[in-house]
C-alpha cells in the first residue's frame, strides 16, 4: 500500500514504465525551463554588471568565474552522487532505505558545506593572485567572491534540496523554486547594484538571498512526501551507508574539481591576455549555460531514469533510454548552433556597454569564442547525457576518468595552442576538452552495459 498510494503523488515519480522518449522529455522539460530561468539571472548578473557598471568590473567576475565554479562543482558534485542511491532505492521500492539515504546524506552534506567554506575563505586570496588576476580589478573579484563563500552552505542546502526531488522523479518543484529565484535574484540585481549602488557586491548577495528561497520551496515539498517523513532512527549515521554514499559522493565532487582546476589553468593564460579579452571571454562563458542548459536537463534526467531502472531491475529500458536521449541530445544541440550562429552577436552584446572601442574588441572576442562552441556543442550534450547514464549506473569512477581526461586536454590545449595561434588558440581548450571526455565515456558506457545483470523473465 505504501508503494501505490506514494507514487500517486505528484511529489515523486517512477521512470520505471512507459515510453523512455515521453519520459525523458517530460522529467527534463521542467529541468530545463528551470536551468533557462537560472541562467535568465546568471545572464542578468552580468548584463547588469558589464552594462553599469563597465568592462572592468565583468572582467573582475570573469577572471575567478572558475574559482567560484570550483566550490560550486564539488556541491553539485556530492549532491547529485548521493541522489544516485536514493533513486535506485526508489526505484526499488525500498522506501525505509530510501529514509536513511536521505537522512544520512543531509549529514554529510552539512559537514562537507561548512569545511568547503571555511577552506573556499582562507585560500580565496592566494588563489586570485596565482591565477595572475589584473592587479587592477582584483579588489572588485576578492569582494565578489568573499560574499558567494560565505553563502555556501546556503547552496549545498538548495542543492542538495532539488537532488533529492529529481532523485524521486520530480523535476517540477525544482523548476518552480528556480522561478522564484530567477525573479527574485533580477529584481534584487537592479534594487541593489543600480538603485543602491552596491556594486559586484549587490549582484551576490542578490543570488544569495535568491537562493534562500529556492531551497526553502524545495524542502517545503520534500516534507510532504509521505515516505520522506525522516525517523529519529533514520538520523543514526551508519558506517557502511556513509562510505557507499561517499563512494557516490566523492568521484562526482573531484570529477568537478579536476575539471575546475583545468578551467582555472586556462583562466590564468586568458587573464595573462588583458582585461579586454577577458571580457569578451567572460560574456561568452556566461552564455555558455544557455548552449548546454538542454544538455544538463537530460543528463539530470538519463542519471534518475538509468538509477530507477537498475533499482527496479529493467535492464532492457536502460539501453533503450541512452538511444533515444542521445537522439533528442543531437537534435537540441543542432538547434541551439543555428541560433546562436544566426543570433549570438546580438546576444552578447546585452553584456557590454555601447559605443566604446573596447567594449567592440571585446565583443570581436565573445562572437569568435562563442562561434566555435557552437558548432561542437553536439559532442557536449553527447558528453551530458552518457557521463550521467554511467553515473545512475551506480559507477562514478568512470565518469571521473573522462573529468581526469577533460584536465588533459584542456589544460594542455591552454599550454600549447596560445604558442602557436596567439590568444586565438585558447578559445579551443574547451572543445578539446569535450572530445577528450567522450573518448573515455563511450566505451565505458558499452562496457558497463555488457556487464549489467541478466534482466530476469517478467
Not at 577533460?406 to 569535450?434: C, D, K, Q, S, Y
Request: overall charge positive.
Amino acid at each position: 500500500m505504501e508503494q501505490t498510494g506514494f507514487r500517486k503523488k505528484t511529489d515523486a515519480n517512477t521512470l520505471t514504465e512507459g515510453s523512455p522518449l515521453k519520459l525523458l522529455l517530460l522529467f527534463s522539460l521542467p529541468l530545463m525551463a528551470g536551468n533557462i530561468f537560472q541562467q535568465m539571472y546568471t545572464m542578468v548578473d552580468t548584463a547588469v554588471v558589464g552594462k553599469v557598471l563597465g568592462v572592468e568590473a565583468l572582467a573582475a567576475l570573469g577572471a575567478v568565474d572558475w574559482l567560484n565554479w570550483l566550490t560550486l562543482g564539488t556541491i553539485q558534485g556530492f549532491a547529485q552522487g548521493f541522489s544516485i542511491l536514493m533513486a535506485q532505492k526508489f526505484g526499488a521500492g525500498e522506501y525505509k532505505k530510501l529514509r536513511q539515504v536521505v537522512a544520512n546524506s543531509i549529514v554529510l552534506a552539512a559537514v562537507c558545506a561548512v569545511f568547503l567554506t571555511l577552506v573556499s575563505e582562507g585560500v580565496a586570496g592566494a588563489v586570485v593572485s596565482l591565477l595572475k588576476t589584473p592587479e587592477e580589478i582584483r579588489p572588485i573579484s576578492m569582494a565578489y567572491l568573499r560574499i558567494l563563500f560565505a553563502g555556501l552552505p546556503v547552496v549545498m542546502t538548495y542543492n542538495l534540496a532539488a537532488a533529492i526531488l529529481r532523485a524521486l522523479g520530480n523535476g517540477r518543484q525544482p523548476l518552480i523554486a528556480m522561478v522564484i529565484a530567477s525573479l527574485v535574484n533580477i529584481a534584487l540585481d537592479f534594487l541593489f547594484v543600480m538603485e543602491f549602488d552596491w556594486g559586484v557586491q549587490g549582484a551576490a548577495i542578490a543570488t544569495l538571498i535568491a537562493q534562500c528561497l529556492s531551497a526553502a520551496y524545495c524542502i517545503r515539498h520534500i516534507c510532504r512526501i509521505q515516505v520522506l517523513q525522516i525517523k529519529r532512527e533514520d538520523w543514526r549515521l551508519e558506517g557502511a551507508l556513509c562510505g557507499r554514499l561517499m563512494t557516490f559522493g566523492l568521484p562526482m565532487a573531484f570529477q568537478n574539481t579536476v575539471i575546475s582546476v583545468g578551467g582555472m589553468i586556462v583562466q590564468t593564460i586568458v587573464n595573462g591576455f588583458g582585461v579586454t579579452f577577458i571580457a569578451g571571454v567572460t560574456a561568452t562563458n556566461k552564455l555558455y549555460g544557455i548552449l548546454e542548459v538542454a544538455a544538463t536537463s537530460y543528463g539530470y534526467a538519463m542519471t534518475t531514469y538509468s538509477g530507477q531502472n537498475l533499482g527496479a531491475g529493467k535492464m532492457r529500458r536502460i539501453s533503450e533510454g541512452m538511444r533515444v536521449g542521445i537522439g533528442i541530445a543531437i537534435a537540441t544541440s543542432a538547434v541551439i548552433t543555428a541560433v546562436m550562429l544566426g543570433g549570438g552577436r546580438w546576444i552578447l552584446a546585452m553584456f557590454l556597454p555601447a559605443g566604446t572601442g573596447q567594449s567592440m574588441e571585446a565583443l570581436d572576442v565573445a562572437y569568435r569564442y562563442l562561434t566555435i562552441m557552437s558548432v561542437f556543442l553536439p559532442v557536449l550534450y553527447i558528453l551530458h547525457v552518457v557521463r550521467s547514464c554511467i553515473q545512475g549506473l551506480g559507477n562514478t569512477v568512470l565518469p571521473m576518468a573522462s573529468g581526469i581526461a577533460e584536465f588533459v586536454m584542456r589544460t594542455g590545449a591552454a599550454l600549447l595552442l596560445p604558442l602557436m595561434f596567439g590568444e586565438n588558440g585558447i578559445l579551443f581548450a574547451e572543445i578539446l576538452a569535450w572530445i577528450g571526455a567522450d573518448v573515455i565515456l563511450i566505451p565505458s558506457y558499452l562496457y558497463m552495459v555488457r556487464r549489467l545483470p541478466k534482466e530476469s523473465s517478467g
